[in-house]
């Protein structure tokens, strides 16, 4: 074999493996692509997996959450416990948001909220299926709107709860059985906290 036979052949071999090189990085390219786009397209059905169960429980969990958001703000200025106000301060941190994630999920649904659940009257609001005269929150203070409000609390927390356990047992997105299950936890916990404050309290 000749000097310039070799040097070729050795030219030959680098050309190959290059070659080859480039075409597993080509590869793993498309694999990676195919992988990002079959993650988006999973998230995408998970969203868009809901059933009746799932728009009832928003649709009646959204107008719940703003009437535990009016409640809530009223404590500034009238309660007197500074618990009570820790508590109603805690409530329109979690379910403020939650408000927005429940609306979002309407959205991606093609589902609006039902005329019958929205702008729900503080004067009377209607708490999965408890209907409560809240307008004596609004002219109490002191003691007497404490005691007011952790009683009003604590049932209007029961109605979320019933609403939960009702999602988690007929509901099909999975993110929504998580908020569901979320919310049973938290406000069983809260309505337990309310009815120590209660005591405590002497009501």
Known sequence: MTRTTARFGRIAGGLIAATLALTACSNGS???????????????????????????????????????????????????????????????????PEIQTMTGWLEDWGKTESDSMGGMDMGDMDMGGMDMDTSSLETASGAEFDRLFLQMMTEHHSGAVDMAKTEIADGQNPDAIDLARSIEESQTAEIQEMQTLLTELGS
């Open 30 to 96: 498309d694999s990676s692509t195919a992988s990002d786009a079959s993650s988006s397209s999973s998230s995408a059905d998970e969203s868009a997996n809901f059933n009746d169960a799932d728009v009832t429980f928003v649709q009646g969990m959204l107008p719940h959450h703003r009437g535990a958001l009016e409640m809530a703000q009223l404590a500034e200025g009238r309660a007197q416990d500074p618990r009570v106000l820790d508590l109603a301060s805690r409530i329109e941190a979690a379910q403020d």
